[in-house]
């Protein structure tokens, strides 16, 4: 049964797999200039010859209509070919891999420490309903979703950099090589992904809680004579738990521009950085692969939300 | 000040009487929820500063002045001033305009595009429907921020290309609005009133049916105008904003990152300002939705009476 829920959430996919890369493909388009001529290396009005101008917009395929082009397209992003980076003259695809790993350091490193500040904070918030303990996360709340990510990046470099001199501001040592120089340099922006994520989480965490709290199954437990602490921790905190995992999925689109933006303050080595470097020196293919690449993540982390949710909660597959 | 009856006949009485009330209603809002009280305080002064602000600002907000370069705030410049004399002050109130200009246009473009696409879809329902929602889940999945990032990088900034951007991820958002808003509606008697009385369909879309969903758009457009205000920052601190002679707050804290150990005002005071002004219009959605719809009285200072719903909410309205 389950095999077959996610089976037909797999299928479901497809159609949304389509529209998000035509959107893609469809905005490469308006990069600005003929691709022929780019490709050709004649920028600044050289003289080609008309041969040698047909020749290469048939290599690239661009004579076609453009539903084939479209294809033609899909299928190599779908063999992984992405093209090949111009400013690193390699295939496209290794410059993301390569950048990959110190992203996921972030990303999942962010996540897991968002889960660990968020899900027991919004449950004492909830529990402890209209305390000061849930006023302070209800500030915190309000203040993570309003100070803008770059900002609070540049604040923490500001105090724990500059000020106190405890971390470095910016840069990036891979943990095989010396480890706690790794920690060092994660430390900032970590904190400042987990921050943003754990504001959200929190309030659906908070709200979720709020409303599970009212439900026939807990007056149920009650009844029965469970302790408090085994009702809400238990009983509960499952239920909205399912809740919590759907927020943390549907973050993952979010993630993707934050870390853009957090890779970028801290000059830290990952996709996002590589991503906004590439927009800076025009390697727009390097700029669709990894914009593709982040899309497939957002729909792959969501395909795997999906069934974890199926797991959770044996309802769902029969729906 | 001479106090006037209002001559409740006359044209002008009725609309004086009209706005009266209204400012009433907003009042008795803002006294009955904090958040309304202080987000529209705030959100009051941050548009008087950016209509009025700029003509009374002190200095010019983009001519040098190199005798005062890096001045740390003092009295004749309140929050000091910049890598060229500029005074950041003067400058953080020219931002403010395009703050809000951007996110306006983007705000109301992401309606106008997302609105006719809901109304269509639960209009004719059917094929148009379905693909209609295929086509937003798919840009609901979308990291909306790198899109942006791609747009305005390959079309280069302009104002229309920012609001553009900025919008699309937001479509979807209307769009759905305005969908569940219109199939619930359509059914309902005033609707089958007018049409027995021979409008057009389109006529009771717009001055029947729209009316009566007008709430949670507001609601949403109000929290939209913060996410939209904290992209384009976001956009120009990343070096894909206007860029001179407009003066945006993200790229002023652009430019500071290379002074914040010799000079932090400058990255400082821009970053309170973009939080100031986000904080308000998130404070006044949040309140306004509890306000206008009590089955979502599950926001942040009312604990909700629950029945279970679904979540109509998500982060994704979040922000990029």
Same mark, same amino acid.
């Given at each position: 049964?389950?095999?077959?829920?996610?089976?037909?959430?797999?299928?479901? @996919?497809?159609?949304?797999?389509?529209?998000?890369?035509?959107?893609?493909?469809?905005?490469?388009?308006?990069?600005?200039?003929?691709?022929?001529?780019?490709?050709?290396?004649?920028? /600044?009005?050289?003289?080609?010859?008309?041969?040698?101008? /047909?020749?290469?917009?048939?290599? @690239?395929?661009?004579?076609?209509?453009?539903?084939? *082009?479209?294809?033609?397209?899909?299928?190599?992003?779908? *063999?992984?070919?992405?093209? $090949? $980076?111009?400013?690193?003259?390699?295939?496209?695809?290794?410059? +993301?891999?390569?950048?990959?790993?110190?992203?996921?350091?972030?990303?999942?490193?962010?996540?897991?420490?968002?889960?660990?500040?968020?899900?027991?904070?919004?449950?004492?918030?909830?529990?402890?309903?209209?305390?000061?303990?849930?006023?302070?996360?209800?500030?915190?709340?309000?203040?993570?979703?309003?100070?803008?990510?770059?900002?609070? &990046?540049?604040?923490?470099?500001?105090?724990?950099?500059?000020?106190?001199?405890?971390?470095? $501001?910016?840069?990036?040592?891979?943990? *095989?090589? /010396?480890?706690?120089?790794?920690?060092?340099? @994660?430390?900032?922006?970590?904190?400042?992904? &987990?921050?943003?994520?754990?504001?959200?989480?929190?309030?659906?965490?908070? *709200?979720?809680?709020?409303?599970?709290?009212?439900? /026939?199954?807990?007056?149920?437990?009650? &009844?029965?004579?469970?302790?408090?602490?085994?009702?809400?921790?238990?009983?509960?905190?499952?239920?909205?738990?399912?809740?919590?995992?759907?927020?943390?999925?549907?973050?993952?689109?979010?993630? $993707?521009?934050?870390?853009?933006?957090?890779?970028?303050?801290?000059?830290?080595?990952?996709?996002?950085?590589?991503?906004?470097?590439? +927009?800076?020196?025009?390697?727009?293919?390097?700029?669709?692969?990894?914009?593709?690449?982040?899309?497939?993540?957002?729909?792959?982390?969501?395909?795997?939300?999906?069934?974890?949710?199926?797991?959770?909660?044996?309802?769902?597959?029969?729906? | 000040?001479?106090?006037?009856?209002?001559?409740?006949?006359?044209?002008?009485?009725?609309?004086?009487?009209?706005?009266?009330?209204?400012?009433?209603?907003?009042?008795?809002?803002?006294?009955?929820?904090?958040?309304?009280?202080?987000?529209?305080?705030?959100?009051?002064? %941050?548009?008087?500063?950016?209509?009025?602000?700029?003509?009374?600002?002190? %200095?010019?907000?983009?001519?040098?002045?190199?005798?005062?370069?890096?001045?740390?705030?003092?009295?004749?410049?309140?929050?000091?001033?910049?890598?060229?004399?500029?005074?950041?002050?003067?400058?953080?109130?020219?931002?403010?305009?395009?703050?809000?200009?951007?996110?306006?246009?983007?705000?109301?473009?992401?309606?106008?595009?997302?609105?006719?696409?809901?109304?269509?879809?639960?209009?004719?329902?059917?094929?148009?429907?379905?693909?209609?929602?295929?086509?937003?889940?798919?840009?609901?999945?979308?990291?909306?921020?790198?899109?942006?990032?791609?747009?305005?990088?390959?079309?280069?900034?302009?104002?229309?290309?920012?609001?553009?951007?900025?919008?699309?991820?937001?479509?979807?958002?209307?769009?759905?609005?305005?969908?569940?808003?219109?199939?619930?509606?359509?059914?309902?008697? %005033?609707?089958?009133?007018?049409?027995?009385?021979?409008?057009?369909?389109?006529?009771?879309?717009?001055?029947?049916?729209?009316?009566?969903?007008?709430?949670?758009?507001?609601?949403?457009?109000?929290?939209?105008?913060?996410?939209?205000?904290?992209?384009?920052?976001?956009?120009?601190?990343?070096?894909?904003?206007?860029?001179?002679?407009?003066?945006?707050?993200?790229?002023?804290?652009?430019?500071?990152?290379?002074?914040?150990?010799?000079?932090?005002?400058?990255?400082?005071?821009?970053?309170?300002?973009?939080?100031?002004?986000?904080?308000?219009?998130?404070?006044?959605?949040?309140?306004?939705?509890?306000?206008?719809?009590?089955?979502?009285?599950?926001?942040?200072?009312?604990?909700?009476?629950?029945?279970?719903?679904?979540?109509?909410?998500?982060?994704?309205?979040?922000?990029?």
């Amino acid at each position: 049964m389950l095999i077959r829920y996610a089976a037909m959430r797999l299928v479901q @996919l497809v159609p949304m797999v389509l529209v998000v890369t035509m959107v893609v493909f469809f905005v490469m388009m308006i990069v600005p200039g003929d691709p022929v001529m780019v490709m050709l290396g004649a920028v /600044d009005g050289a003289q080609i010859s008309q041969e040698v101008y /047909d020749a290469m917009r048939m290599r @690239l395929g661009l004579d076609q209509p453009l539903i084939v *082009q479209y294809v033609n397209w899909l299928w190599n992003m779908l *063999q992984g070919d992405l093209g $090949s $980076s111009i400013t690193y003259r390699t295939p496209a695809l290794e410059v +993301i891999l390569h950048r990959l790993v110190p992203t996921m350091y972030l990303m999942v490193g962010g996540i897991i420490m968002a889960v660990i500040i968020a899900v027991p904070a919004g449950v004492l918030a909830a529990i402890h309903n209209n305390t000061k303990w849930d006023n302070l996360a209800t500030g915190f709340v309000i203040v993570g979703i309003s100070v803008p990510t770059f900002w609070l &990046a540049l604040v923490t470099i500001l105090i724990f950099a500059v000020y106190l001199g405890w971390l470095p $501001s910016i840069g990036y040592t891979p943990p *095989q090589k /010396d480890f706690v120089d790794f920690l060092r340099h @994660l430390a900032l922006p970590l904190t400042v992904v &987990a921050l943003n994520i754990a504001a959200t989480v929190l309030r659906f965490q908070r *709200q979720d809680f709020l409303e599970q709290m009212h439900q /026939d199954y807990v007056r149920t437990a009650r &009844a029965k004579g469970l302790s408090e602490r085994v009702v809400l921790w238990k009983h509960v905190l499952r239920n909205s738990l399912i809740t919590t995992l759907t927020v943390v999925g549907l973050q993952m689109a979010y993630l $993707s521009g934050l870390i853009t933006i957090v890779e970028t303050v801290f000059n830290y080595p990952g996709i996002g950085y590589l991503l906004l470097n590439s +927009i800076h020196t025009r390697d727009f293919v390097v700029v669709q692969g990894v914009v593709l690449f982040m899309v497939f993540l957002v729909i792959v982390v969501n395909l795997l939300v999906d069934i974890l949710y199926a797991v959770l909660d044996p309802r769902i597959r029969y729906q | 000040m001479k106090a006037r009856v209002i001559d409740d006949s006359s044209i002008f009485g009725r609309l004086a009487w009209r706005s009266l009330s209204v400012t009433r209603t907003i009042i008795a809002f803002a006294r009955r929820d904090r958040r309304a009280m202080v987000g529209g305080i705030l959100l009051i002064l %941050y548009i008087l500063v950016a209509l009025v602000g700029p003509s009374i600002a002190p %200095y010019d907000s983009n001519s040098p002045e190199l005798a005062v370069r890096m001045q740390a705030p003092s009295w004749a410049h309140w929050l000091g001033t910049d890598r060229i004399g500029r005074d950041v002050l003067t400058r953080i109130i020219a931002g403010s305009q395009i703050s809000l200009q951007v996110a306006a246009g983007a705000v109301v473009m992401a309606l106008i595009l997302g609105a006719p696409l809901g109304a269509l879809g639960s209009y004719l329902g059917g094929v148009v429907d379905s693909l209609v929602q295929r086509v937003m889940d798919a840009i609901m999945a979308f990291p909306s921020l790198v899109l942006a990032l791609a747009l305005v990088a390959l079309a280069g900034p302009s104002v229309i290309m920012l609001w553009f951007a900025i919008a699309f991820s937001s479509i979807p958002r209307y769009a759905r609005l305005v969908r569940s808003g219109v199939l619930t509606q359509k059914e309902r008697e %005033y609707v089958y009133a007018a049409r027995a009385m021979g409008q057009s369909s389109m006529r009771i879309l717009v001055r029947q049916i729209l009316p009566n969903i007008m709430a949670p758009i507001a609601v949403q457009l109000t929290l939209d105008f913060a996410r939209a205000i904290s992209v384009e920052a976001a956009l120009s601190y990343l070096g894909l904003g206007l860029s001179v002679p407009y003066i945006s707050w993200g790229t002023m804290i652009r430019d500071a990152q290379d002074f914040l150990e010799v000079a932090p005002w400058l990255a400082i005071f821009p970053g309170l300002a973009l939080v100031g002004v986000i904080l308000a219009f998130t404070l006044v959605g949040d309140a306004l939705r509890d306000l206008m719809d009590p089955r979502m009285r599950r926001s942040l200072n009312t604990p909700g009476q629950r029945i279970g719903i679904g979540h109509a909410d998500h982060p994704g309205a979040l922000g990029s």
